[in-house]
């Protein structure tokens, strides 16, 4: 069954002064990878990334904040046209960050200043057709192969808080788990899910993530299971 056509033009887009607002996610999901010191496998943590039309560099999904829609909203809906994913959003952005447009690079002008918002998603589907399939590949990276090809500074900055947001959402598991009350005054983490949009759902989050020390790996769980992420990039 043919997909919904990617909206196009900007008559609804929103700014906010001289920026234009965009939002995005980083898609993810959990991989059987091999152990280097055995021969069994281990669970590890992929993104998804997407080439750009007409450039040889990867990004992860995201366009134009539209205003008949939320953030969250537009997040899942560029990962659907762009990457052909859809799954459940984390709430609680990573982050916004302000660059330029890739089509408008001078820096002394205020034209292509963008305001982004990133989340994470973890995907629940993946789709062998999507709006912009014709014009974009995807592909699937360990973490340390993702900071590798991330072009851009914002985007190594929003994968950082990616992996703390992770790690932090371990340790509330942990303390939860074991009977403990969590550090961070955190509730709902891994409340229901609330439908929004064809495209996701909404996972309730609330409180503060604080930031790690320089570590090599640290282990995240995922359904149960134990997951390792190397960080040593």
Known sequence: MASEPARTGRLRQRYEGNYRLVSGCIPYRVSKEENEHSSEK????????????????LVFPKGGWEDDETKEEAACREAFEEAGVKGNLKEKPLGEWVFRSKSKQDICSLEGGCKGYMFALEVTEEHDTWPERENRDRKWLKIKEAFRLCRYEWMREALEEFL?????????????????TPSAPVSNVMADCQIISSSCYVNSSSGQHHGMNAISSFHLGYASQEVTIDTSF
């Open 164 to 180: 703390r947001v992770m790690a932090e959402d371990q340790k509330i598991q942990m303390s939860e788990e074991i009977g403990e």
């Open 42 to 57: 281990e669970d590890g943590i992929e993104v998804l990334m997407v080439s750009s039309p007409k450039r040889d560099d």
